[in-house]
């Protein structure tokens, strides 16, 4: 008795665990779709329900094995957890039984517990939503099994049911057709059909599930019964009757607010073949009604309506074919309260823009020049965005000051009213910049047949400019700026805009996509935070649809190459500019990199060249003129510096970016970009003289003295006489860089107005000792510039032309006198000087007698003077009479010794004898070369009496003292 005692006590106790740790599916956690399942004992064919669980992983028991069955299911994805179970009742009727099931979560140790009682079916009952089908549209129907106490079984899939059509009037076409499931909606259940697969394959064998659907065709009344096949229950039927008639619209859309007066037709719709179409009025088959006919009246064939005085009805369409079937619509007659605009930008197309919204009435609208809007006029019951009146034609609104010099406006077409349902619409074309007003007016009846009042609206119109982005090197209709990126450098970015009617910076708003990647501030700096892709937005603050955008694109800079823009040679003395820029991994430019200026380095390779620091580059960009950092077809300057240029020679200038990626966890290892460029100075390109004129009526040039001290007078300007010729040597300028660029060595010569022909002078190559030489000739009078120009030219590793040139002037013309230089070893400039400006007297005889020793020969030698005191450096094609006049026993021509010493008649040699006196030296110009022509011997015979100059000799006794040296010697 104990033992029994103890063992119900042990049940009683286990009983309570159970229930306390038993929950509901309404509580949070692990639960069931069902406590409760009402399944059909054991037919011909099996009834399985799945009981669905959900927040755990369930373990399934049960209480009576023999009734029932319980198949777990598991997760594809975990195929230890289960989360539902398939139910099948296993035992034929022999009463009503009551059985539970246990879904333990394995996680948790909570236990649901489902009930399941299996009973007989008492009866069938066809379930639908709604006994009305639209034509062309289908309906689900489900036959429920119910047991003797009305209580629903959980589910009948599995059994077999027999469905019928049936016209109800005999004779008839078939309103409904049956569809089968496979070829349904239901059928889309893309792997989650539950029990459709199990009522697929009853209809596939030929019979029917208890799930059917039917698809209306005709318009009337189809009987639909459904039979129960199992053996003993083919008593259990059930019949409905399903109605098919047009669906039905009626626009305007309910309710509709009109004014009094307003006369407008109502469209009405149908829906024929899953397609909207207009139904023709008058209609045979559609009449049209209303319920108050003092507040509107309807035409009841045509659906034509009137508002006759405030108040609301109801106008009414049947459809005569189908008895009930209507559609109703609500019509109140209405006072306005308020008018107002409505602007909405257009595509291209004249179609909406997808995102933006119609903006009411405001103080003013923005435009932008070269768009189109849609100007809505709409009148509401109350304030705006409340009821909205329906507006008919018959109603005054008016759109006035249409025409402006700022906007277009004018009608929209039929096609696009009815397109959109744009009605009292205008489209607003924008022109150019200026503000405006436009006025709306509704002018309409406040009672019935009492006088008119308006409403007004006044709306003024700022047409501005699109807003772009003003970018140097981004083009295109899809703007790309690439900007470089290093850990600590962060490549900032002024963008500048326009338009939008802006005044300030402030005018405009400024967004990024993604701010981790590109930062944007209030006034347009964008600034580089990371690699990655971002869009910058500008957008007026007037106009939200007025904007501009522009694609940012940050990468690691993979190479770095010299720009090409800056020359690669300079004269020595003088600065040389260089700069480099940076590539992204595609080998595209970067719109900006000037952040990575101060963190390249910068070296040469000689001590001719020097890096010169910031504060002195800032002041030679100053006196220079900073060259265009930002205006590069080869990308723009990331780095640059100056080079100054000390003596002549190559080097290599080399620049480095070295960046630890130590700092940034992202990153790791340096990046190491170098760029390098051979650059050269060169010594000024000189002109000089390399003959000397003393012997051929020119000025002496002391060339050993000049070659030993490498020092060469600088060669400005030269006076010829035509016919005569000069050898000049050029010295400095570029050397040749290689032989992939060509070096460039050319004369140009040219005239002003006073030289006879251009080719007066020729300029012709001579050989000379490791120089280049000229010889200079005239062949003309004329005065004429030489430019001498040597250089290289664009090659590889030269990318800019660097050209030295030296003018020279070349006067050819005859001397405008003459002067005689007397006991002087050469032509010396001073000597020359001196004689020229020496006083004369009759005949051109100098005043002042020069004063030589006698017992002597002495050289005597004429000079070419110009106009302004020049001495020509070549006169030798004009020919000389030498005179010796009071000199007889005092001096006499050296014929031996000039034949042996002079090369021309400039220049002549006298023998002095031991003799004192005086004695008159003369030479004067009488003829020229036949060489040069007879052209100018007029002019010459012009100028005898000037090209003429005679010098008195005064010949005195040497002085000699005897002993010459003397030693004194004392000693006190």
Known sequence: MKLLRSAAFLVAFTALLVVGKTTSHLSPGPHVTDVNILLPPKMTRPVEYRLQGSDGCFKWSWDHHDILSVIPEYNASNSQCSTSARLRSIAPFTGRKETAIYAADVHTGIVIRCKVFIDNISRIQIFHNSI????????????????????????????????????????????????????????????????????????????????????????????????????????????????????????????????????FRYTLKVIRGNILQVVALPSPHHRWSVLNSSVAEVDHMSGFAQALSLGV????????????????????????????????????????????????????????????????????????????????????????????????????????????????????????????KITASLTYFSRQQERKKVLNVVQEIMVCDQVKFSLDGASGTHQTILLPWTPTIYQEVELKATGGCAKTSSD????????????????????????????????????????????????????????QNFPVETVVGSHLPAAVTMKAPDGAYYYRCDAFHLFLKWKVGSESFVIVNATEGALIAENLGNFHLYESVY??????????????????????????????????????????????????????????????????????????????????????????????????????????????????????????????????????????????????????????????????????????????????????????????????HDAIRLASIADHSTGQIRTTPVTVANGQTIRVAAVGIGVSGEAFANSSSLSLKWELSSCEGLAYWADAYELQKSKSSWERFLVLQNESGQCIVRATVIGLDDAVGSNYLAQLRSLENVLTDAVKLQLVSSLRVNPEFNLLYFNP
């Not at 065709?217 to 008639?245: R, W």
């Not at 009414?316 to 008895?323: C, G, L, P």
């Not at 993604?514 to 937005?537: E, M, N, W, Y």
Request: proline share 6%; glycine share 8%.
């Open 132 to 263: 009305k089908l639209d034509l062309d549209g289908l309906a689900t129907l489900r036959a429920r099994a119910f047991d003797s106490e009305d209580n629903v079984f959980s589910s009948l899939a599995g059994l077999q049911f027999m469905w019928q059509l049936m016209p109800e009037t005999d004779g008839l076409p078939h309103h409904l057709v049956h569809v089968p499931l496979r070829d349904s909606p239901l059928s889309d259940c893309g792997g989650l059909c539950g029990d459709l697969n199990i009522q697929i394959e009853l209809e596939d064998s030929g019979v029917f599930s208890d799930l059917y659907v039917v698809k209306g065709v005709e318009i009337g009344h189809e009987n639909v019964s459904v039979h129960f096949l199992e053996p003993q229950f083919k008593h259990l039927a059930d019949k409905i009757v399903l109605t098919v008639a047009e669906a039905m619209s009626l626009e305007p859309p309910s309710p509709v607010l009109v004014l009094i007066g307003a006369a």
């Open 313 to 436: 009805t109801s106008v009414i369409v049947e459809d005569t074919r189908v008895a009930g079937h209507m559609q109703v619509s609500s019509l109140n007659v209405v006072l306005p309260d308020t008018l107002c605009l409505y602007i909405m930008p257009l595509s291209d197309s004249g179609d909406p823009v997808d995102g933006l919204k119609a903006t009411p009435s405001l103080a003013r609208w923005f435009v932008v020049s070269g768009r189109q809007y849609l100007i809505q006029m709409k009148v509401f019951l109350g304030g705006p965005d409340a009821q909205e009146i329906y507006i008919t034609e018959s109603d005054d609104l008016k759109l006035h000051n249409e025409q402006s010099k700022y906007w277009t406006i004018f009608m929209l077409s039929e096609e696009i009213v009815d397109k959109h349902g744009w009605r009292n619409s205008r489209i607003l074309r924008a022109n150019s910049l200026g503000l405006g």
């Open 635 to 828: 990308g723009p300057p990331c780095s640059w510096t100056y080079i100054y240029a000390s003596g002549p020679g190559q080097t290599t200038l080399q620049a480095t970016l070295l960046k630890e990626y130590h700092l940034d966890q992202s990153f790791h290892g340096s990046l190491i970009l170098k760029a390098s460029s051979r650059i050269a100075a060169y010594p000024p390109l000189t002109v000089h003289q390399v003959v000397d004129g003393s012997q051929f009526g020119g000025y002496w040039l002391d060339l050993g003295h000049a070659e030993a001290s490498n020092h060469l007078e600088l060669l400005e300007s030269l006076y010829l006489v035509p016919g005569t010729s000069l050898d000049i040597m050029l010295l400095g300028g570029p050397a040749p860089w290689d032989k992939d660029v060509d070096y460039l060595e050319t004369v140009e010569i040219s005239g002003d107005k006073h030289a006879s022909r251009k080719d007066g002078i020729r300029v012709h190559r001579i050989s000379g000792n490791y120089q280049i030489m000229y010889r200079v000739s005239c062949q003309t009078v004329g005065i004429f510039d030489l430019v001498f120009k040597r250089g290289n030219l664009v090659g590889d590793g030269h990318p800019l032309p660097a050209i030295a040139d030296v003018a020279l002037s070349l006067t050819c013309s005859f001397p405008s006198s003459i002067a005689l230089i007397v006991d002087e070893p050469v032509n010396r």
């Open 508 to 563: 405009y708003k400024w967004f990024s996509s993604d701010t981790t990647t590109v930062s944007i501030s209030p006034f347009g700096v964008l600034q580089a935070k990371k690699p990655g892709k971002a869009t910058v937005r500008v957008v007026s603050v007037f106009d939200s649809s007025n904007h501009d955008e522009v694609v940012i694109e940050v990468s690691v800079p993979s190479s770095m190459i010299m720009l």
